[in-house]
Nanobody, 125 residues
Framework: QVQLEESGGGLVQAGGSLRLSCAASGRTVSRFAMGWFRQAPGKEREIVAAISNWSGGSTYYADSVKGRFTISRDNAKNTVYLQMNSLKPEDTAVYYC?????????????????WGQGTQVTVSS
């Protein structure tokens, strides 16, 4: 069993930055790929970014965040991060991290087994 706790969300002006953290407990997650998803009001949850297991040599980004967001991991801390720069009002959402235990598509939410409770990110214009 893995527990995930997101932190770092908040209110920021457009153009600003936030760094989200996802701390895992219960077991080490270094052998798992990890992902960040978000869900805006009235919309379906969508993939934001994902990172491969171990050294995190492979990453995936949704087109909407490419060049602005960076996913990384620190296996010693059992933590995954999402650095968000040049934030836009349309980035407003609840952000979730998840453990990818399946071998399929990065964006397929069925491939993710454990989910955190989410952290709210609000970007004002």
């Amino acid at each position: 069993q893995v527990q995930l706790e997101e932190s770092g969300g908040g209110l920021v002006q457009a153009g600003g930055s936030l760094r989200l953290s996802c701390a895992a407990s219960g077991r080490t997650v270094s052998r798992f790929a990890m992902g960040w998803f978000r869900q805006a009001p009235g919309k379906e949850r969508e993939i934001v970014a994902a990172i491969s297991n171990w050294s995190g040599g492979s990453t995936y980004y949704a087109d909407s965040v490419k060049g602005r967001f960076t996913i990384s991991r620190d296996n010693a801390k059992n933590t995954v991060y999402l650095q968000m720069n040049s934030l836009k009002p349309e980035d407003t959402a609840v952000y979730y991290c998840a453990v990818k235990s399946g071998g399929g598509s990065w964006s397929d939410q069925n491939e993710y087994t454990y989910w955190g409770q989410g952290t709210q990110v609000t970007v004002s214009s």
